[in-house]
């Protein structure tokens, strides 16, 4: 019970490599990544915050919720300066930008069209972010194009104009 069932582990949310992600389990209904998006990218670049994205998904039970604040591109160039060198190569590299990060979530990694439920005020424009909210599909895409397709198939061609209609239906015409 409340407040019992809460747990902080302190990691590192970006996985070694995209094979560990077949090793994550559907254990949560919401999972909120607020102002943290900028700070997996910087470390580990395009492929990392992807992956980010990837395990968020896979974490998720079906019908979850994930709950996204993504910074701004200009706030990057702000801090990449002052920052290690490999950071400021994985800067330099960057060719995923946060105004992508909608598109991939619905057409590759599979959640739904993100809404934006609010832009919290704040003194500092740079904190007036919008909140993003996209849910994890109940079913696979792929799943349901399937299903779409097989649907669409069956209303063009019903069985009783088929040339070869079922056996029931030969038996109950004579
Ligand atoms: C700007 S703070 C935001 C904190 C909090 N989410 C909020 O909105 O107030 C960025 C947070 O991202 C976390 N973070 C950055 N890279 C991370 C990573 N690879 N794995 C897990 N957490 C990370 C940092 O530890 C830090 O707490």
Not at 1 to 12: A, L
Not at 134 to 151: D, G, N, P, R, W
Request: hydrophobic share 35%; glycine share 6%.
């Amino acid at each position: 019970m409340f407040p019992k069932n809460i747990k902080f582990f302190c990691d590192n949310y970006v996985l070694e490599s995209d094979d560990l992600l077949e090793f994550a389990q559907q254990e949560f209904d919401t999972i909120m990544c607020l102002s943290t998006t900028k700070w997996i990218h910087l470390n580990f670049g395009d492929d990392g915050l992807k992956r980010a994205f990837k395990r968020m998904h896979a974490q998720l039970r079906p019908g979850g919720t994930l709950i996204l604040e993504p910074q701004g591109l200009s706030s990057y160039a702000r801090k990449v300066r002052r920052l290690t060198p490999k950071i400021q190569k994985n800067y330099r590299e960057m060719k995923f930008k946060p105004d992508q990060f909608s598109d991939y979530l619905v057409n590759e990694v599979g959640f739904s069209e993100g809404k934006i439920v609010a832009v919290p005020e704040h003194a500092s424009a740079g904190f007036r972010r919008p909140i993003h909210v996209s849910i994890k599909y109940f079913h696979h895409k792929a799943t349901l194009k399937f299903f779409f397709l097989c649907f669409s198939y069956l209303r063009n061609r019903p069985w009783w104009k088929q040339k070869n209609p079922p056996p029931s239906w030969k038996a109950s015409n004579g």
